[in-house]
C-alpha cells in the first residue's frame, strides 16, 4: 500500500500501470501476461520468499530481463544484499523508502523500456521503407541503446556510491554522524516503547593533534582507522560504532543488560587501545578517554544524551588522560572503588600476598581422604584473609585473572610435589585438585598446565582440574584442548554441575572423569524435591560414566542421603574447613578417615589439627 502511494500519482504523469502482487505465486502469473518496466520484489513474503520468486521470474525467457529492485526492512544485512544481486537484482532498497530516490529509479527504468520500445517501433519502420538502409539504422539505433544502458548502469553505480557515502564516513568505514543520530533515535523509541534501556559511550582519542601535527595528515588518518579497527574488535557484532569527525567516536550498545555492560566494554576499549600502533614502522602510543551515558537516566532524548555523554568525556579528559568516567557521579565512585581494588590486586601478585588454603575430599562409603583441593586467599593488608570469591568477580582484566590463575596452579603444583617429597603413605595417594574457575580454555592452556607439571616434576595423574560448566558451554574450543589434557594423564571435573545447563550431549562428547554437584542443590537435601533433584543429577553421572562429587556437605543428614545415593567422593565443612599447608600434611599423614556414621548429625567426626590459639 505504501509503494502504491508513492507510485500511483507517478503512473498518471508518465503513463504506465501499476499493478500488485499479493505473493510470489501471483508475480509469476503476471510476468506470464504483461509486459513489465520494472518489478519491485519484497524480500520476505509468505509462501516463496522474494529470492526464491526472483530466481523464477529471470528463468523464464519472457521475463529473464525484467530488472528487479528488492525492498526489505533488514537493514545493513550484507547477507541478503548479495543473495539478492547474486539473483539479478537491479537495486536494494532499504524501509523506509525515501520517495524521491524510489520514484527516480522507477521513472528511470520506465523511461528505458519506453526508449527499448520506440526502437524496436522505430526499427519495424524503417525495415518497411528501406531493406538497404535498415542495417546500417539498427547499428546506429543499438549503438544509442547501449549508450542509454551504460548510461542507466553508470547511475545506478553513482547512486549505490551517494547512498553509502550518506550512512558511512568514508576513512573508516564506520557509521557516520547522520546515520548514528538516526540509529539513536530509534533506540530511544525502542527503548521507551519496552521500557528497556542503551548506553552511549563518547570516546576522543588523546594527543591525536599532536601526532597528526608532527607526524603528517596521513599518518594521523592511518591512526584513525586502526582506532576504528580495534573498537570493531572490541565490541559485539550487534554493537553501532561511529565516527563523529576528527578523533571522536561513539558507541551504542542496546539489548539486555547495556547499563551494566557499559563500563566493562569501556574497560576492554581502554586496554585495546593501550597497546601501541604500529604505523610506517613507527610505534605510536595513544590512548582514549571515555565517557558513559545511560537512557533514560541521563537524557531524555537522543540530543541531550549525547551532550552528556560528551560531557562525561571532557570530564574523564580533566580528571586522567585515558581513564572512564560516567556521567552520574555514583557511577563513578563505585568504579573509582572497582579500579582502586585491581590495583591493589596488581600489588598482591607483586607483593606475594596471595596464599592456599587447602580443603580435603574423602571417598564413600569408607571416608579416607583421596584428594586435596587448593583454594585461592589473599591476605589482604586491612581486610585480613579474603577468599576468591569475594574479591575476583568484580575483575575485569583478564591479564590480571590469568596471572593470578597461573601463580595459583604453579602454586598448588609445588605444594603437590612437596609432599610426595615427604615420603608419607597416605600423600602418595592424594590428588591436587585447582579450580579453574579464573580461566578461560584456550589452546595454549593444555601446554601451560603440562609446563607446571614438568617444573615440579609432577606426574599429571596426580593433578586433577575443576573446570566450572559455564566455561564448557563453547565446545568449539574447548573440546581439543580439554583431550590434550586427558591424553596426557591430567584428570578432569566438572564444577558446579548444574549451575550453567550445559546440554547432555555436551558432557557425553567431552572427555572428562567426574562431576561435581553445585553446592545449591546439596544444600536443598531434605526439603521438598531437594534430595529428588540430587538423585537425579547422580543417576545422570552415572548414566554417562562420570564420578559424582559433592561440595558444600555440612551435616551427616546430607552425607547420609549422597551415601545412599551411590555418590562417590563429598566435601564441605563436615568433613574439615580449608587448611594451611602444614595443617593439611599432618591430616594426611595421619591417615585419619572420616565415620560416616557418626550418630551425632551435627558433630564432625573427623579431628583436625590444633591451630594456635584455638580449642578443638
Known sequence: M?????????????????LKARSGHEALRMVLNHDFAVILLD?????????????????????????????????????????????????????????????????????????????????????LLNQDLRVQRVQ???????????????????????????????????????????????????ADRHGGEFALLFLDLDRFKQINDSLGHEVGDELLRQVAARLLAAVRV?????????????????????????????????????????????????STSIGIGLYPQDGGSAAQLMKNADTAMY????????????????????????????????????????????????????????AVEALLYWRHPRH??????????????????????????????????????????????VVMAVDLALLQIRPELAARVL????????????????????????????????????????RLTVDDFGSAGAALAMLRDLPLDAMKIDRAFVRAIGVERGTDMAAAIVHLGRALGLRVLAQGVHSAGQLAVLKSLGCDEFQGELLSPPLPAPDMLALLQAGTQHQTTSPNPNQAALSTPKKRGQSR
Open 2 to 18: 505504501a509503494l502504491e502511494s508513492l507510485l500511483s500519482e507517478a503512473t498518471r504523469a508518465q503513463h504506465y500501470a501499476l
Open 43 to 127: 524480500a520476505n513474503m509468505p509462501g516463496m520468499d522474494g529470492f526464491e520468486t526472483a530466481e523464477a521470474i529471470h528463468s523464464h525467457p519472457r521475463s529473464s530481463a525484467v530488472p528487479i529492485i528488492f525492498i526489505t526492512a533488514h537493514y545493513g544485512d550484507e547477507r541478503h544484499r548479495l543473495e539478492a544481486y547474486s539473483k539479478g537484482a537491479a537495486d536494494y532498497l532499504f524501509t523506509p523508502v525515501i520517495p524521491q530516490v524510489l520514484q527516480t529509479k522507477v521513472a528511470v527504468f520506465v523511461d528505458l523500456t519506453r526508449k527499448n520500445l520506440e526502437l524496436q517501433a522505430k526499427t519495424r519502420e524503417l525495415s
Open 140 to 190: 546506429d539505433l543499438e549503438r544509442i541503446n547501449r549508450a542509454l544502458e551504460q548510461e542507466v548502469a553508470e547511475r545506478k553505480v553513482a547512486e549505490q556510491r551517494a547512498q553509502a557515502l550518506s550512512i558511512r564516513d568514508p576513512l573508516t568505514n564506520l557509521v557516520n554522524r547522520r546515520s548514528l543520530i538516526a540509529q539513536l533515535e530509534h533506540a530511544v523509541a525502542s
Open 238 to 286: 550487534s554493537d553501532v560504532v561511529a565516527r563523529l569527525g576528527g578523533d571522536e567516536f561513539v558507541v551504542l550498545l542496546e539489548g539486555r543488560g547495556a547499563g551494566a555492560n557499559a563500563a566493562r566494554v569501556a574497560r576492554k576499549i581502554e586496554q585495546a587501545h593501550s597497546r601501541p600502533f604500529e604505523i610506517n614502522g613507527q610505534r605510536i602510543a595513544t
Open 315 to 370: 570530564h574523564a579528559k580533566q580528571h586522567r588522560r585515558g581513564s572512564i568516567e560516567f556521567f552520574r557521579e555514583e557511577l563513578n565512585t563505585r568504579e573509582r572503588e572497582r579500579a582502586q581494588w585491581v590495583t591493589e590486586l596488581q600489588a598482591a601478585l607483586a607483593g606475594g600476598q596471595f596464599d592456599l588454603l587447602y580443603q580435603p575430599r574423602a571417598a564413600l562409603p569408607d571416608g579416607a581422604i583421596c
Open 384 to 429: 585480613g584473609l579474603i577468599a576468591a570469591p569475594r574479591f575476583l568477580p568484580d575483575v575485569a582484566d583478564s591479564l590480571l585473572l590469568e596471572q593470578v590463575c597461573e601463580w595459583m596452579l604453579g602454586a598448588a603444583c609445588a605444594q603437590a610435589a612437596a609432599w610426595r617429597a615427604a615420603r608419607a603413605a597416605p600423600v602418595a595417594q
Open 451 to 490: 609446563a607446571h607439571l614438568r617444573r615440579c616434576k609432577l606426574g599429571a595423574g596426580w593433578l586433577e582440574l575443576e573446570i566450572p560448566e559455564h566455561l564448557l558451554l563453547d565446545t568449539r574450543d574447548s573440546a581439543a584442548v580439554l583431550r590434550q589434557l586427558k591424553a596426557a594423564g591430567v
